[in-house]
């Protein structure tokens, strides 16, 4: 019994089922997924320092990297968590001195409110909690539950949330209890410390309207700025802490959830007197193109920035540019003309530059540039075939970016002369991570099935012999506000999905990831596509497109080609295999969207069916169960019970349609874990179980 067990376990090593330690090319999922993530780099208020969180198969901790006299850097954890245990590790705040980092632990980031997940099914539960990290190394220290750690600039206070509410804690204070600061109706956030530390502004979201509030400590009064029935948030003080500028929206109730938004009543820049709550319109977006806001991937939408400017991001032009308007009001100025999208956003510490990242002049990459905030030339401080986002500045002009390649992941280095990147900790890549061995993915346009011209990566297994045909796998990411790129992703979800793509054209597919419509990257009208998603599922089009490009391949064995995807991407993939199971062979979904009424429910509290009976029917016909009865092809489906982007219903009621007309399925369930699986050991566990799945339907021959 002991041998034939000992044979059992070699065979599965050797043949890869679901363990993540089969070769191919000579390296293991395991392997390709064992160097950290690494994600929140920020510079220190004082000095040339930086901190980063790293996340190393699940353990996520806290790291510095401090410049000697020399302007060399040195690196080294400031905690040392070493479970794998689901505990998200984020929110940090320097403080004024930097002596010492508050940071977030446990919780879910993107649902705050909701209960602290527990996918480690730890049986004393989880909290999310607040502690405080010294540069100096000690242990850290457990300050408060709660989340989004706010320091005021003279270091005397700390605020942050607990339960949608402001608290706060004196730091100076021997034994001082939290307390809450106020008692408001609203569900608050965004909490911005006025300059001089007498002041703290919020956002006060109230369902169908959102105010910004202002908390005056030296009064103890409470105000809210010129409220009305709009979205206003992103509040920014002015340098003098007398004014607080924020974004105001229309609200727009008749908006799709999931549909093309072009237009609408133009947003705005309000300013107000912090003191009176008087506020006024500085500026307002024009009609047509830009009229919709248009968030950057940053904490701070609007800055106010030297010369008396503020700097904001907005659309007239089609695409997502930085603008420049003064405090008095007048026309806004285009600080970063071009045919791209800016993504990351940074200031100089005197506030006249801004350092950005955009994928100007290399569509699908990003690179990091700089320009004056009151216009002029824009100058690249980045290129070549990397990828640069999330610049930092330090009190010195260092800047700092988060970098990766085809071959190496998102990692932090320090821009030196001439352009040239310096990684800060080159030592956290682990020596048995198969860099060498990745495959520099090729860039494709391909035409959708509509004509559209779609972008997308081609992962081709090397080395591949002439006449050799491939069983083939499309890749669809999720969002599907997302764009794939040439190289490691700089979000965990799709460097983790970079990596699966990567292993699975080691063990001999050719691997399609494509950026479908409605994703973004390619301007306003591609992110808006007519028709997409709840309103017509006119991605389908890119699909079908994917499909028939690569069967066009001679390198690949048309009869043999799958389709996968987690979120968005399971949705397509499930579309892919209920309309199209004649091209697509099998398909793995991941927690997909099934029934676009369903989810819209599940997004919207007040979304009810009935009240427009013609959008729910398109709904209906834009998901993929209102045509499973073409599904054909088998199809594996797999999604965490505690997922709070998607009901997981979703999958109960593919389930079942499947059972029912006996389309072959298999599935996966994972108890506890949410949308983004907070365990690395689910990641590599699921990512096993699709290339096993693979390798069984798309009959591609087991490695050795």
């Known amino acids: 019994m002991k041998v034939f067990f000992c044979i059992i376990i070699n065979l599965l090593l050797c043949f890869g089922v679901s363990t993540g330690t089969a070769t191919a090319q000579g390296f293991t999922l395991r392997q390709v997924m064992s160097a950290p993530f690494n994600e929140g780099l920020k510079a220190a208020p004082t000095g040339n320092r930086f901190l980063w969180i790293s996340n190393s198969e ?8 401090e410049a000697d006299k020399s302007n060399r850097y040195a690196c080294r954890a400031l905690t040392h968590y070493d479970q794998d245990d689901g505990q998200q590790l984020g929110d940090t705040a320097w403080l004024p001195d930097g002596s010492a980092i508050f940071y977030t632990r446990g919780g879910d980031f993107e649902f705050p409110e909701k209960p602290t997940p527990n996918p480690a099914l730890i049986p004393a539960g989880v909290k999310q909690q607040i502690w405080l990290a010294q540069t100096s190394g000690s242990e850290p220290t457990l300050i408060a539950e709660g989340h989004s750690p706010a320091v005021s600039p003279d270091g005397l206070v700390l605020a942050y949330l607990l339960d949608g509410q402001v608290w706060t804690l004196k730091l100076q204070t021997r034994d001082a209890k939290p307390q809450q600061l106020f008692h408001g109706r609203g569900r608050e956030d965004s909490l911005r410390w006025s300059p001089d530390s007498k002041a703290l502004a919020f956002v006060s979201h109230r369902e169908d309207h959102s105010f910004v509030g202002v908390y005056a400590f030296e009064t103890n009064e409470l105000r809210y700025l010129d409220p009305e029935t709009f979205l206003d948030r992103q509040p920014a003080w002015s340098p003098d802490s007398r004014k607080v500028a924020f974004v105001r929206e229309p609200p727009d109730t008749q908006a799709p959830a999931f549909g093309a938004r072009r237009t609408g009543t133009p947003w705005s820049i309000v300013v107000a007197d912090a003191k009176t709550g008087e506020g006024r319109e500085i500026w307002r977006a024009g009609a047509g193109p830009g009229s919709v806001f248009r968030n950057l991937v940053a904490a701070n939408q609007i800055a106010w920035a ?8 907005w659309e007239q032009d089609g695409w997502s540019h930085l603008y420049s308007v003064p405090i008095a009001g007048g026309n806004a100025r285009l600080l970063t003309p071009g045919e791209f999208d800016v993504e990351h956003v940074a200031f100089s510490p005197d506030r006249s530059t801004v350092v950005y990242s955009s994928n100007q002049q290399d569509i699908d990459r990003r690179h990091v540039w700089e320009v004056n905030v009151s216009g002029g030339p824009v100058r690249q401080l980045t290129g070549g075939d990397g990828i640069e986002v999330e610049p930092s500045v330090t009190t010195s002009n260092t800047i700092a970016v988060l970098r990766s390649d085809a071959r190496l992941p998102i990692r932090p280095a320090v821009l030196r002369e001439g352009g040239r990147l310096e990684d800060l900790a080159p030592g956290l890549i682990p020596a048995g991570f198969p860099a060498a061995q990745l495959i520099v993915p090729q ?16 992962f081709l297994p090397a080395p591949a012999g002439e006449g050799e045909r491939h069983p083939a796998i499309v890749f669809f990411h999720g969002g599907s506000r997302r764009q794939m790129l040439l190289g490691w992703h700089y979000m965990q979800y799709y460097s983790n999905a970079y990596a699966e793509n990567q292993y699975l054209a080691s063990l001999g597919y050719i691997v399609l990831a494509v950026n479908y419509r409605s994703g973004i990257g390619y301007g306003l009208n591609f992110r808006e596509a007519l028709n997409y998603g709840a309103t017509g599922a006119s991605e389908f089009n890119d699909v079908l497109g994917a499909g028939l490009y690569l069967r066009s391949r001679a390198d690949v064995d048309g009869a043999h080609i799958g389709a996968w995807g987690g979120s968005y991407g399971g949705y397509l993939t499930a579309l892919a295999l209920s309309r199209a199971s004649d091209l697509f062979a099998a398909g793995v979904d991941m927690h997909g969207v099934h029934d676009w009424n369903l989810e819209m429910s599940f997004a919207k509290a007040n979304y009810r069916v ?16 209102s045509t499973v009865k073409g599904w054909r092809s088998p199809v594996l489906l797999m999604q965490g019970d505690d997922d709070r982007n998607v009901a ?52 591609l021959e087991k490695p050795h």
């Not at 009935?610 to 169960?625: G, R």
Request: aromatic letters at 14%; charged letters at 20%; glycine letters at 8%.
């Open 443 to 458: 860039p494709v346009v391909f035409s959708a099935a509509d004509g559209m011209q779609i972008h997308g990566q081609l």
């Open 58 to 65: 699940g353990k996520r901790n806290l790291w510095i990297a």
């Open 648 to 699: 997981f219903s979703q999958t109960v009621q593919l389930a079942e349609g499947l059972r029912d007309q006996g389309t072959p399925f298999e599935e996966h369930v994972f108890p506890d874990e949410i949308h983004d699986f907070l365990l690395h050991r689910t990641w590599v566990a699921a990512y096993g179980y699709e290339a096993d799945f693979f390798g069984r339907y798309l009959k």
């Open 610 to 625: 009935d009240l427009d009976q013609e959008a729910s029917k398109v709904a209906w016909e834009s998901s993929p169960l």
């Open 306 to 313: 030297a010369d008396g400017l503020i700097v904001f991001p």
